[in-house]
Every structure is written in structure tokens, then in C-alpha cells.
């Protein structure tokens, strides 16, 4: 088998690199990171026409970059919000057309509260915390979890994470028109902004990628987004194109009620403990076989654990605003390079950010070791990842000979690899 390198290529580097943990990470050690989705003037006086002429001054005064870079700063400074509303995607492949719909809700106060709902067809998921206790509910399952503790950034991520980098890789970015939205009980006038982002900043696979956002003209926050991407190559063969339409029915950043950040259990579900909510058995996984799967890389090819048996695997699970990994990863890049050609994998998967963030990140440092994108977090559950970092070495018959959490020093990596014949 070949070593597989997968860091992406270089270019332009977006994106947020800040040591700092985002709102809703906890810190659980200094080694480690816990990782547990107008104006009343206007529309009373001047009626909803005048109102709209006058915005639509306004948005002479600015620029769509200006409105990009407002809304992005507005989204980076919310601390209490409630967000609702409804997704469609349909994806055209191979001569098929699909098409999936969702629900979403989040919400934050700014005393530690936070609610994730997703309801679609592949993924329906809650999550509550009041800041004291948090839990977690599994409608398919009809089973929840209750335990002590505030926001997890692995069960409840942050759903409206992208727009703090709406002005992040833009190639082009134009003010279409002005239009009203209704939004719960208000018509609220928008800016129409079309953006094109760059090709350092689209996912992995995409060649092309347009949106078109409804921006509230008052208060910069996102009501409407309109996504078109184009992929050259898809799973069914051929060229695909995927269209994505969200719409916010609530979209407010007053205080949010506090009957959002209490669990309410339906009638007939249970409750039942974290080892079987989250899968039986001991986190730690050594002596076990490695758990399969296949993900994305950086630079757009899938890597499959599958592909490499025969060869030594280390599996290392981290996150850019972890303090600890950005302290490990120069270890594992002195150990890529001394022992990449003699057999020695390294894999660096990197939990839940968006695939700029972690490119940027990767290539600012000039890291040369494959990275991957677990995007939903599948895999580290899979691999019982409770906080960041974590690190997995596997033999080559495909069993974990070493489960290491939280940061180690470099000494305990070569005792590992001695083990198995590096460095001899």
C-alpha cells in the first residue's frame, strides 16, 4: 500500500486561525478540550414602500463587501439569539434528482443556554442545555441523556457558524436588489447580496459554489440563503449539482425564552445512561479492532482506513481552537516526516470545523501530514472521542495497540512506535 498524502493545495489561506475555544467549548484540562448545528419608525410612519426606497438609499452608501463584512462581525458578536426555519436540497446526478427537507431550530442565551433541533430524513437530533445540565434526545430512538455539564461542541455544533465567514474567500460579491421578507409577524426589508466565493474557499470536490443571501438591512443577520454548487465528479457518476434554499421563519436576537434551554421529555421516550446512548463498552479502545470509515481530505480525495491495513496507522482527532493539539501537531509532522516512508500513516482527523478553516490552519503551518474532515462528528463517536486531542496508533492488522487522550509528549508517541519497529 502507499502512504496517502492529503493536505490540499496551496493557495490563498482564509479563515479563522485563533487559539481561543468557541463559544460552547470546554476546557476540561490544560491537556486537553472537551468536545461533547427596520426600522418601527419606517414601517409605522413611512408606511413599507417608503420604507423600502429609503433602505434601498441606503444601500448605495455601501457595498456588498461592506454588507458581507457587517453581517459576518454581526454573527461573531452574538451572544444570545433564536434561529428557526426550514431547509430544501435537491441534488441532480447521474440523470436522478433527489430532494430532502429539514427543519432546524438553535438558540443561545447568554447565561450558558443553548437548543440544536435538526429534523430531516437522515439526521433528527436535539439538544438542550440550561448551562447546568444538558440533554441530548434521539427522536428515532425514542431514548434521551441527561448529565451535568453546559454546551459540547461535538453533540451541539454551531449551526450559523458559517455566516461569521461570509467575508472570508469572496471573489465577487454584488447588491442585486432590495426585497422585504416576512419574518414571523414583520415584513422586514433586505439587501439582495450575490456572492461568489474563491476556489480556495469551496468544499472539498466543488469547482463552483454561488449564493445569494437576504440580509435584514437593520440588523445584519441572514434570512434567506440561496446556494448553488457544482461538482465534477459524484458518488453516481458524472457531473452534480446540488441547490440548497434556507429560510429563517424566526430570526431574533433579543433574549431568547427560558422554557427553550429546559428538556421536556415526550410521553413514552426513556432515559437512559451515556454508555448506552452513546454505545456500550469502555472509551478506551485498546485490543479492539479499529473501527472503519471513509472521509473526505483536504484536497478533495476520500481516505478509507480499509486501504491501509497492512501498514502502521496513526489516527490523531483534533480541532484548530484546541490549545493542547496545536501544541501536539508539530510532533506528529517531525513523526510523518521521519517515518512517512517506512510505513507509517498518519491521519489527522479533524473534528466538525468547515474545510477552509482546517485548510488554512494546515497550511499556514505547513503541516505535510493527511488531514480529514469528519464534518458530523460520525467517526469520533465511532472512535469514543470524548475531548480533543485524541489519538489512536493501529497495527498493521488493523487493531489499536494504543488509545492516548488528551495531549502527550513526543516520548510517548516513539515509545508506541518502537513497539511496532520504528526507530529501533
Not at 283 to 293: C, Q, S
Not at 343 to 364: C, H, K, S, T, W
Request: glycine letters at 10%.
Amino acid at each position: 500500500m502507499q502512504a496517502v498524502q492529503d493536505t490540499g493545495s496551496a493557495g490563498e489561506v482564509r479563515g479563522r486561525t485563533s487559539g481561543r475555544a468557541p463559544r460552547g467549548a470546554r476546557r476540561t484540562s490544560p491537556r486537553r478540550c472537551a468536545v461533547q448545528p427596520a426600522s418601527l419608525f419606517m414601517r409605522i410612519v413611512l408606511g413599507m414602500l417608503v420604507g423600502v426606497m429609503a433602505v434601498a438609499g441606503s444601500a448605495r452608501a455601501q457595498t456588498a463587501w461592506e454588507i458581507l463584512e457587517r453581517t459576518a462581525a454581526r454573527y461573531l458578536a452574538l451572544e444570545q439569539y433564536h434561529f428557526a426555519g426550514t431547509t430544501a436540497v435537491q441534488m441532480q446526478a447521474g440523470g436522478r434528482t433527489e430532494t430532502m427537507d429539514l427543519r432546524m431550530q438553535v438558540a443561545r442565551s447568554r447565561a450558558g443556554g443553548m437548543r440544536v433541533e435538526v429534523d430531516g430524513p437522515t439526521m433528527q437530533m436535539t439538544y438542550v442545555t440550561d448551562g447546568r445540565t444538558s440533554w441530548m434526545y434521539q427522536p428515532a430512538q425514542r431514548r434521551y441523556v441527561r448529565r451535568p455539564g453546559g454546551a459540547s461542541r461535538q453533540e451541539a455544533p454551531d449551526l450559523l457558524q458559517s455566516y461569521t465567514r461570509l467575508a472570508s474567500g469572496v471573489e465577487d460579491a454584488a447588491i442585486l436588489r432590495m426585497d422585504t421578507l416576512r419574518v414571523g409577524a414583520e415584513t422586514v426589508p433586505a439587501y439582495v447580496v450575490a456572492v461568489t466565493y474563491s476556489p480556495q474557499r469551496l468544499p472539498a470536490g466543488t469547482d463552483s459554489l454561488r449564493t445569494t443571501l437576504w440580509i435584514d438591512a437593520t440588523r445584519f443577520i441572514v434570512l434567506r440563503e440561496e446556494r448553488r454548487e457544482h461538482q465534477a465528479t459524484s458518488p453516481a457518476g458524472g457531473p452534480m449539482t446540488v441547490a440548497q434554499t434556507t429560510v429563517y421563519t424566526t430570526a431574533s436576537t433579543e433574549a431568547p425564552p427560558d422554557s427553550l434551554f429546559v428538556f421536556h421529555p415526550p410521553d413514552g421516550v426513556q432515559e437512559v445512561s451515556p454508555q448506552v446512548f452513546f454505545g456500550s463498552g469502555s472509551p478506551d479502545l485498546t485490543g479492539r479492532p479499529a473501527p472503519g470509515f471513509r472521509l473526505p481530505g483536504l484536497s478533495g480525495h476520500p481516505v478509507a482506513l480499509s486501504d491501509l491495513k497492512g501498514q502502521v496507522v496513526l489516527i490523531n482527532f483534533w480541532a484548530t481552537w484546541c490549545g493542547p493539539c496545536q501544541v501536539e501537531m508539530p510532533v506528529l509532522e517531525q513523526l510523518h516526516r521521519e517515518f512517512g516512508d517506512d510505513g507509517l500513516v498518519i491521519l489527522a482527523i479533524n473534528l466538525m470545523e468547515p474545510f477552509d478553516e482546517a485548510r488554512a490552519y494546515v497550511q499556514r503551518f505547513g503541516y505535510t501530514f493527511p488531514v480529514l474532515l469528519d464534518i458530523d462528528g460520525a467517526v469520533a463517536q465511532r472512535y469514543r472521542v470524548e475531548s480533543v486531542p485524541t489519538s489512536l496508533l493501529i497495527d498493521r492488522e488493523g487493531t489499536v495497540v494504543r488509545h492516548l487522550v488528551g495531549m502527550h509528549p513526543e516520548a510517548d508517541f516513539r515509545r508506541a512506535l518502537q513497539a511496532l519497529g520504528f526507530g529501533e
